[in-house]
């Protein structure tokens, strides 16, 4: 049978970047897999679960839960929505019993883009190639140390043909987003994702991978005030034109 | 006041208003010789740190077993601290308890007064900044000197430390210079062997004459009723061997049970910190001078500080009491090196001293603490006792809210968006109306420059991206439609 598996886009690549979407959705069909979009899905409750309203987020994770639990793989292409779902859930729903069962189920069924290639596709990219020789280097977002992913994403990456890797110095320190904190804290956001975004400037890259949306909107988003030409984009973006496929719609 | 004039300002400003995190903060990401001196000290240790611990077989199961050990001994502290006094009564010392910073002061210059002691050598401590004590000796007329040389540099410039481990970090090689050409009188010389002979020469008199010594404590070993003190100068070494009397004052979660312990702890403390696999002293003491003995001091007084450590036991933020004070968390964490250790407006600063401070000061008055982090998680990889800091700042976050210590428009706007992503229907309409209206301002180039309200800081930064013409829930039916 064909394994199918749930899309929980999150809000920010819902609308900002519904491309990654796309892209998502026909690797996973190259690699076999059915690819469900359970429409009544809308936000897994970070940002009130970061800023402190708990019963709020709880209330939303209940929600998720609920829309994704007839699912065994959940695949989403943010890092810090997956670390909401897996690392924080069971905060608020350990201490209720007709709920943990059903957040344990979402909660090990949860997967990360990039982990979910390399954990249960076990994809090996290695025959792909980019249409033309690019100089790509990639940022590792935060959320990926909560849930314990590490370099895949970057080996992933030096499997492509044409890629020539171009390491980014401090590539594991924070862009400066964290969520409201870019907007409760400008001065501070601004001087950390300046420094993010001057060691993207030095390693002359045409394109950096960014595998969480809010990071790439602070990190794109200073790049182009500054005129820094290094596009942001995410993994399955490259990996889709590497397929050859077209993400610009169905 | 301090010789450096930005360092002058922000501490008069500190002083004279009510703690403002945000407007410091400002200021601090604003200073750019600062995030440039703080940046290039904490960057060198950070990698320091992961470089050496990465030399073990097995860092993080360490690192677990340290944690493992703090915990025990602060689940079981009551029994540890009898055993501990029992132990440093034994060898002739005397304890003492200070519930407050107040006390702590107290006991000390009462010892003092009592037994007329005049010089003081100090070793660098934490516990001693928390209460204050140096500032009290002078008051009380104790010629007291800071023997730590970044310490020294701070007392003689009446400054501030910045870091739990380096205190002058937010100092460069020129302020010293002209700080020490100023204190002592002498032609300017930035040669850093010069003036760290020059602040020797002062200090080797000092430990000469000193009759009271006071050193802080990495460990209390409980099986022993050993203070543990680790150092590179050498100074701590000359405070417990020197004086006639010596005084530790420690906080009573450094409990470790065993020496064993040490084994664990102190293989984590030095390559946490500085990256060292270990200090050049690592002194263990407890008690009086023995009979035959050539130096120790005739008498020993072990001050455990208390000053609301109890209170965080019993409640729900046990955890953070595990800290060894390495200050691994601030060269990991990516604000700290923005804005140095002196905007967190406490003597702990970083990660760790946003999640303390608050604690020990109460929430209300550092409400903006927990507030100044990204949630990261550096910090929480960097912690040789895996505090997870991250989620006592997002507990603390939720006390703010629980205890309404935050604004009600802010209150009820979380409370309205929350609400209605329980719903399709809502969720829909608000993307579509974010959506016509970012678009609308990014006039057909893809990029807002400038948005009003809580958007303002965005683009204060950076440009905000327009939102794509349909959104992903837009788009998926139109897949489902085709063949």
Same mark, same amino acid.
């Given at each position: 049978?064909?394994?199918?598996?749930?899309?929980?886009?999150?809000?920010?690549?819902?609308?900002?970047?519904?491309?990654?979407?796309?892209?998502?959705?026909?690797?996973?069909?190259?690699?076999?897999?059915?690819?469900?979009?359970?429409?009544?899905?809308?936000?897994?409750?970070?940002?009130?679960?970061?800023?402190?309203?708990?019963?709020?987020?709880?209330?939303?994770?209940?929600?998720?839960?609920?829309?994704?639990?007839?699912?065994?793989?959940?695949?989403?292409? @943010?890092?810090?929505?997956?670390?909401?779902?897996?690392?924080?859930?069971?905060?608020?729903?350990?201490?209720?019993?007709?709920?943990?069962?059903?957040?344990?189920?979402?909660?090990?069924?949860?997967?990360?883009?990039?982990?979910?290639?390399?954990?249960?596709?076990?994809?090996?990219?290695?025959?792909? @190639?980019?249409?033309?020789?690019?100089?790509? @280097?990639?940022?590792?977002?935060?959320?990926?140390?909560?849930?314990?992913?590490?370099?895949?994403?970057?080996?992933?990456?030096?499997?492509?043909?044409?890629?020539?890797?171009?390491?980014?110095?401090?590539?594991?320190?924070?862009?400066?987003?964290?969520?409201?904190?870019?907007?409760?804290?400008?001065?501070? @956001?601004?001087?950390?994702?300046?420094?993010?975004?001057?060691?993207?400037?030095?390693?002359?890259?045409?394109?950096?991978?960014?595998?969480?949306?809010?990071?790439?909107?602070?990190?794109?988003?200073?790049?182009?005030?500054?005129?820094?030409?290094?596009?942001?984009?995410?993994?399955?973006?490259?990996?889709?034109?590497?397929?050859?496929?077209?993400?610009?719609?169905? | 006041?301090?010789?450096?004039?930005?360092?002058?300002?922000?501490?008069?400003?500190?002083?004279?208003?009510?703690?403002?995190?945000?407007?410091?903060?400002?200021?601090?990401?604003?200073?750019?010789?600062?995030?440039?001196?703080?940046?290039?000290?904490?960057?060198?240790?950070?990698?320091?740190?992961?470089?050496?611990?990465?030399?073990?077989?097995?860092?993080?199961?360490?690192?677990?077993?340290?944690?493992?050990?703090?915990?025990?001994?602060?689940?079981?502290?009551?029994?540890?601290?009898?055993?501990?006094?029992?132990?440093?009564?034994?060898?002739?010392?005397?304890?003492?308890?200070?519930?407050?910073?107040?006390?702590?002061?107290?006991?000390?210059?009462?010892?003092?007064?009592?037994?007329?002691?005049?010089?003081?050598?100090?070793?660098?401590?934490?516990?001693?900044?928390?209460?204050?004590?140096?500032?009290?000796?002078?008051?009380?007329?104790?010629?007291?000197?800071?023997?730590?040389?970044?310490?020294?540099?701070?007392?003689?410039?009446?400054?501030?430390?910045?870091?739990?481990?380096?205190?002058?970090?937010?100092?460069?090689?020129?302020?010293?210079?002209?700080?020490?050409?100023?204190?002592?009188?002498?032609?300017?010389?930035?040669?850093?062997?010069?003036?760290?002979?020059?602040?020797?020469?002062?200090?080797?008199?000092?430990?000469?004459?000193?009759?009271?010594?006071?050193?802080?404590?990495?460990?209390?070993?409980?099986?022993?009723?050993?203070?543990?003190?680790?150092?590179?100068?050498?100074?701590?070494?000359?405070?417990?061997?020197?004086?006639?009397?010596?005084?530790?004052?420690?906080?009573?979660?450094?409990?470790?049970?065993?020496?064993?312990?040490?084994?664990?702890?102190?293989?984590?403390?030095?390559?946490?910190?500085?990256?060292?696999?270990?200090?050049?002293?690592?002194?263990?003491?407890?008690?009086?001078?023995?009979?035959?003995?050539?130096?120790?001091?005739?008498?020993?007084?072990?001050?455990?500080?208390?000053?609301?450590?109890?209170?965080?036991?019993?409640?729900?933020?046990?955890?953070?009491?595990?800290?060894?004070?390495?200050?691994?968390?601030?060269?990991?964490?990516?604000?700290?090196?923005?804005?140095?250790?002196?905007?967190?407006?406490?003597?702990?600063?970083?990660?760790?001293?946003?999640?303390?401070?608050?604690?020990?000061?109460?929430?209300?008055?550092?409400?903006?603490?927990?507030?100044?982090?990204?949630?990261?998680?550096?910090?929480?990889?960097?912690?040789?006792?895996?505090?997870?800091?991250?989620?006592?700042?997002?507990?603390?976050?939720?006390?703010?809210?629980?205890?309404?210590?935050?604004?009600?428009?802010?209150?009820?706007?979380?409370?309205?968006?929350?609400?209605?992503?329980?719903?399709?229907?809502?969720?829909?309409?608000?993307?579509?109306?974010?959506?016509?209206?970012?678009?609308?301002?990014?006039?057909?180039?893809?990029?807002?420059?400038?948005?009003?309200?809580?958007?303002?800081?965005?683009?204060?930064?950076?440009?905000?991206?327009?939102?794509?013409?349909?959104?992903?829930?837009?788009?998926?039916?139109?897949?489902?439609?085709?063949?």
């Amino acid at each position: 049978m064909q394994p199918t598996a749930a899309l929980f886009i999150t809000c920010l690549t819902d609308q900002f970047y519904p491309t990654v979407g796309i892209a998502v959705t026909k690797i996973l069909e190259h690699f076999g897999w059915r690819v469900e979009f359970p429409a009544a899905q809308t936000c897994c409750g970070q940002p009130f679960f970061n800023n402190g309203f708990h019963p709020e987020a709880k209330a939303l994770a209940k929600r998720m839960i609920e829309v994704f639990e007839p699912y065994d793989h959940i695949i989403t292409p @943010s890092g810090s929505c997956c670390a909401m779902v897996r690392e924080q859930f069971h905060h608020l729903l350990d201490d209720d019993p007709a709920w943990k069962p059903r957040m344990h189920k979402v909660t090990h069924a949860t997967y990360e883009f990039v982990e979910f290639l390399h954990k249960v596709i076990k994809a090996d990219l290695s025959k792909l @190639s980019l249409p033309a020789k690019r100089r790509v @280097s990639y940022h590792y977002t935060c959320h990926l140390r909560g849930i314990g992913v590490k370099d895949e994403g970057v080996r992933l990456l030096q499997q492509l043909g044409n890629v020539e890797f171009a390491p980014l110095e401090r590539t594991d320190q924070c862009c400066g987003f964290g969520g409201t904190f870019a907007m409760k804290y400008p001065e501070i @956001s601004g001087a950390i994702v300046e420094d993010k975004v001057n060691c993207i400037a030095a390693t002359g890259a045409e394109a950096l991978v960014c595998n969480d949306a809010g990071c790439t909107m602070n990190i794109s988003g200073l790049c182009h005030r500054r005129d820094v030409p290094t596009r942001v984009v995410h993994i399955a973006e490259l990996i889709a034109e590497a397929m050859g496929i077209d993400i610009g719609g169905w | 006041m301090a010789t450096d004039q930005n360092t002058t300002n922000f501490l008069e400003e500190a002083e004279a208003s009510k703690f403002d995190f945000h407007s410091i903060s400002v200021k601090a990401a604003g200073d750019e010789r600062l995030r440039k001196a703080v940046n290039n000290a904490v960057l060198r240790n950070d990698a320091g740190r992961k470089n050496i611990l990465n030399l073990l077989p097995n860092p993080l199961e360490l690192r677990i077993l340290a944690g493992d050990i703090k915990q025990h001994a602060l689940d079981n502290l009551d029994y540890y601290l009898d055993q501990l006094v029992a132990n440093v009564e034994k060898k002739g010392g005397q304890v003492h308890f200070a519930k407050t910073a107040e006390d702590a002061r107290r006991i000390i210059l009462d010892i003092a007064a009592s037994r007329k002691l005049r010089t003081c050598i100090k070793s660098k401590s934490m516990a001693s900044e928390e209460v204050e004590l140096a500032h009290a000796m002078e008051h009380a007329g104790i010629d007291v000197v800071e023997t730590d040389l970044g310490e020294f540099i701070i007392q003689i410039d009446h400054d501030r430390p910045s870091h739990i481990v380096a205190p002058i970090i937010h100092k460069d090689l020129r302020s010293i210079a002209t700080l020490f050409s100023t204190y002592f009188k002498t032609p300017y010389n930035d040669d850093p062997t010069h003036l760290t002979m020059q602040a020797r020469t002062h200090l080797r008199d000092k430990f000469r004459r000193a009759d009271l010594g006071i050193t802080g404590g990495n460990f209390l070993v409980a099986e022993t009723g050993q203070v543990c003190v680790v150092e590179n100068e050498g100074n701590a070494r000359q405070s417990v061997t020197t004086p006639r009397v010596l005084i530790s004052l420690v906080g009573i979660e450094k409990i470790v049970p065993r020496v064993a312990d040490l084994s664990v702890m102190l293989k984590l403390l030095a390559r946490s910190a500085t990256g060292q696999a270990m200090t050049v002293y690592t002194s263990l003491f407890g008690g009086t001078r023995l009979a035959g003995e050539r130096d120790g001091p005739e008498e020993f007084h072990l001050v455990l500080l208390d000053n609301g450590r109890s209170e965080i036991l019993a409640g729900p933020y046990r955890e953070t009491l595990r800290c060894i004070r390495c200050g691994a968390c601030l060269n990991a964490c990516p604000i700290y090196r923005n804005i140095g250790g002196h905007a967190y407006g406490s003597v702990y600063p970083g990660p760790i001293g946003a999640l303390i401070t608050p604690l020990f000061q109460g929430l209300s008055n550092f409400k903006d603490l927990p507030q100044a982090s990204s949630l990261c998680g550096a910090c929480y990889e960097a912690c040789p006792v895996r505090i997870d800091i991250p989620k006592h700042l997002i507990n603390l976050r939720r006390d703010i809210v629980s205890q309404h210590l935050n604004g009600p428009i802010e209150r009820l706007i979380y409370r309205t968006w929350a609400w209605g992503l329980r719903f399709s229907i809502v969720y829909s309409c608000i993307t579509m109306f974010q959506k016509w209206d970012l678009r609308r301002r990014a006039k057909k180039t893809g990029w807002v420059k400038k948005l009003p309200a809580v958007g303002a800081g965005w683009t204060q930064i950076r440009d905000m991206p327009a939102p794509a013409r349909k959104t992903f829930h837009q788009l998926w039916p139109k897949r489902k439609s085709e063949p």
